[in-house]
């Protein structure tokens, strides 16, 4: 048989005879009138080569091939219902595995406000991080992560992006550092000289070898002295607790860690330009109902810092 001559709206028809037994019971059940569903059962007896419906004193019943048809039938169009109809997402049930590529500030700024709440509304599921490289927006196209979290900077393919906050820089130093000694009542706003005399670390995700802060000194006439180059944001803090060097980072990252380190923040002399940070996905997956439930979690997550406050994404 042909399946691209067979008309599903008949085989609509034979499931309601075969569960009715009659023509006008089955009618019923459709919206639609006995006519059109005799001329239907007309069209499947041709279709099948089989009377299919018989009369019999109790109505109609099926004939031996149409009793076989029974099951195999309503598997059919439950498996054609269920293809048709668009997917749920029950976060309390799913084991899903979400990915995420980001550096470890997307870590430290984001995933602190979303962990309770993903844990109470989806206890089974879990999120990995991918670590950021770049190939991630390559993954993103090949479905290999869900998310990837990153700067405002552009980014070429089909992708969809919101932006979750703007974000500015702060510098760390340790409690009891020298340098809070010679500030001399400066308040929180570090003095370009006595920030360009002590050595930094630097935050290179790719071994980049300046930054924003770096732009905005020369500008200003000056330079400072990058004694260490590390890729994690944490790592950088960790050292600075332990040392007199200067770290300059965004600030949701130095808020998760410098109460943890002791560490002070202060405002670096050279400002630039607050950035956007945004989550990013790929269009295939924009209405995803998974996909969608994750999104509002973050942006509510960062929106209330953690308490969840309804919001679109």
Do not use: C
């Amino acid at each position: 048989m042909d399946l691209a001559k067979v008309d599903l709206n008949l085989l609509v028809v034979l499931h309601a005879l075969l569960e009715t037994g009659s023509v006008t019971r089955a009618a019923e059940r459709l919206g639609s009138s006995q006519p059109a569903v005799s001329r239907a059962l007309a069209r499947l007896r041709r279709l099948f080569g089989d009377r299919l419906m018989v009369k019999a004193a109790s109505g109609m019943i099926p004939t031996l091939r149409a009793e076989a048809m029974r099951e195999p039938l309503a598997n059919l169009l439950g498996g054609v219902e269920t293809f048709l109809h668009k997917p749920k997402f029950d976060p309390s049930a799913t084991d899903r595995v979400f990915r995420i590529a980001t550096t470890d500030y997307g870590a430290l700024a984001i995933l602190p406000n979303v962990a309770a709440r993903f844990a109470r509304e989806a206890p089974g599921a879990a999120i990995e991080v991918v670590s950021f490289s770049r190939d991630v927006f390559r993954m993103l196209a090949d479905g290999q992560v869900d998310f990837v979290l990153y700067a405002d900077n552009p980014v070429s393919g089909s992708f969809r992006a919101r932006e979750l906050f703007r974000e500015n820089f702060v510098t760390l130093i340790r409690q009891g550092h020298p340098l809070l000694k010679e500030m001399r009542g400066a308040r929180d706003v570090l003095p370009i000289k006595l920030f360009t005399a002590w050595p930094h670390i630097v935050v290179s995700i790719f071994g980049g070898q300046g930054g924003p802060i770096d732009t905005a000194l020369a500008e200003r006439g000056y330079k400072r002295h990058v004694a260490l180059r590390v890729p994690y944001f944490a790592t950088a803090a960790v050292i600075t607790a332990a040392s007199d060097y200067l770290v300059t980072m965004p600030s949701r990252a130095a808020r998760q860690l410098a109460p943890r380190l002791g560490l002070v923040m202060l405002k670096p002399p050279a400002q630039v330009t607050p950035y956007g940070y945004r989550l990013l996905w790929h269009e295939r997956s924009h209405d995803d109902p998974g996909a969608v439930w994750l999104r509002r979690l973050v942006v509510d997550g960062v929106k209330s810092g953690g308490d969840g406050a309804r919001s679109d994404a």
